[in-house]
């Protein structure tokens, strides 16, 4: 099994569990796909190859980050008197997923037997069909019934809006967003004409999911520009605080004056009039940062949190209430330091990789977990997506080929091979 492009099993495997990871439901409200798919595949390969799993150390970081949150949150139902078994039940299926997720990606790619492109394109396979799911649902609305069931939608459905194969507009939005800048970049960088069609198909679902997305998408366009520049330049410190800033930026300050005085038929405009309010929501942001921005009242609770989740929705702000900023140091933590040690593994061996295009692909995979943590940053403002089904998940996916390639690179160039 030395020449990848002879395994079809490897590719199809990769797939199921690429597409599980990300949009992966839970089947009559008990079976997870995404923990029981990866599992399975697991053990289909171990049984075509016994020494299919490789370790790696950043697993064992996987393993402690998860078990800390899980303990923080259990200490409080015990020791607090509070039962609330929502966020304990979604870290330890966390827990189980991204374990497997890493594994079986990791160990695929660090033996070499997929490579650079084909998981591209199957990354590309599995957007392209949920960007299809998308105008699916906008253009014949009577479908979304069947998939709201699977995916636990459970809001009004809205004229010409779409959820895709998520539990919000939002979710699949963010992800649909992230899915277009990564096609824009890769594009930048190959000039795949079929990058470039699939870059305007998944953009064009984002129009159909949010307006919020559409801002999301906007900016992570931009960074996408940005990045395909000067990758070593852009990840200096200043940058990524000059780039922070201005996303922060348009996303509280301009994308609320477009809301208002385009989207929102109280502020004056009727570009699209009746039509817009069916599909969007009104949205008056000074009630929404009074009701949703707030904090625990008491210094112990804004460092340790209360235990409990407020009727709010930003993810910062609930994960301040639930766990503190222990919790919510946590969490950024294990985000940057992902990012941070995925780019010191290539950092070793970017002197290594002498052509144009082994360079590129070491950008790419930096570019591509960047994004994800943008996204997550950005959209945690508004909604809660620290370790939230198919955000999570897709992360750590990025973080095992990340580092699979890495390393499968380093033995390349031990033994006098390169990429």
């Known amino acids: 099994m030395e020449n990848y492009k002879s395994r079809p099993l490897i590719t199809f495997v990769f797939f199921v569990g690429?597409?599980?990871?990300?949009?992966?439901?839970?089947?009559?409200?008990?079976?997870?796909?995404?923990?029981?798919?990866?599992?399975?595949?697991?053990?289909?390969?171990?049984?075509?190859?016994?020494?299919?799993?490789?370790?790696?150390?950043?697993?064992?970081?996987?393993?402690?980050?998860?078990?800390f949150i899980f303990f923080q949150l259990l200490a409080f139902n015990l020791f607090e008197n509070i039962n609330d078994p929502y966020f304990l039940l979604r870290t330890t299926r966390s827990f189980f997923s991204e374990i497997l997720i890493f594994i079986l990606f990791y160990s695929i790619t660090k033996r070499g037997w997929i490579s650079h492109k084909t998981v591209v394109d199957l990354i590309t396979i599995v957007f392209l069909i949920g960007a299809f799911v998308v105008y699916i649902q906008a253009f014949f609305p009577q479908t979304q019934s069947i998939f709201a069931g699977l995916w636990g939608f459970d809001k009004r459905f809205l004229y010409f809006r779409a959820f895709g194969m998520s539990a919000g507009y939002d979710t699949t939005g963010y992800l649909l967003s992230w899915a277009a800048a990564f096609l824009m970049l890769y594009w930048f960088r190959f000039r795949y004409t079929s990058s470039f069609l699939a870059f305007l198909f998944v953009a064009g679902a984002v129009m159909f999911t949010s307006r919020t997305s559409m801002v999301m998408l906007i900016a992570l366009c931009g960074l996408s520009v940005l990045l395909s520049k000067s990758y070593y330049k852009f990840f200096s410190f200043a940058n990524i605080i000059l780039i922070s800033t201005g996303v922060f930026f348009v996303y509280f300050f301009i994308y609320p004056v477009i809301?208002?005085?385009?989207?929102?038929?109280?502020?004056?405009?009727?570009?699209?009039?009746?039509?817009?309010?069916?599909?969007?929501?009104?949205?008056?942001i000074?009630?929404?940062?009074?009701?949703?921005?707030?904090?625990?009242?008491?210094?112990?609770?804004?460092?340790?949190?209360?235990?409990?989740?407020?009727?709010?929705?930003?993810?910062?702000?609930?994960?301040i209430f639930k766990g503190g900023g222990l919790l919510l140091g946590t969490f950024l933590f294990f985000y940057v330091f992902s990012l941070f040690y995925v780019y010191k593994s290539y950092k070793n061996i970017k002197h290594y990789a002498v052509s144009v295009s082994q360079r590129q692909w070491i950008e790419i995979w930096m570019a591509a977990i960047f994004l994800m943590l943008v996204v997550i940053v950005i959209g945690n403002f508004k909604n809660f997506y620290f370790f939230t089904r198919g955000f999570h998940e897709f992360f750590v996916f990025l973080i095992a080929v990340a580092l699979g390639f890495s390393h499968k690179a380093k033995i390349s160039i031990k033994d006098g091979a390169y990429l």
């Not at 997870?32 to 950043?58: R, T």
């Not at 340790?304 to 009727?311: D, I, N, V």
């Open 259 to 284: 809301a208002a005085s385009i989207f929102n038929n109280d502020g004056g405009a009727i570009i699209f009039g009746g039509v817009v309010n069916e599909r969007f929501a009104t949205t008056d």
């Open 18 to 67: 690429l597409f599980s990871a990300i949009y992966g439901p839970k089947v009559f409200g008990v079976l997870d796909l995404m923990v029981l798919v990866p599992f399975f595949l697991i053990v289909i390969l171990i049984s075509a190859s016994h020494n299919f799993i490789k370790a790696e150390k950043y697993l064992f970081f996987l393993i402690g980050i998860s078990s």
């Open 286 to 319: 000074l009630k929404t940062v009074t009701h949703h921005y707030v904090v625990p009242d008491t210094l112990y609770g804004n460092l340790f949190g209360l235990g409990y989740s407020p009727k709010v929705d930003p993810g910062y702000f609930i994960t």
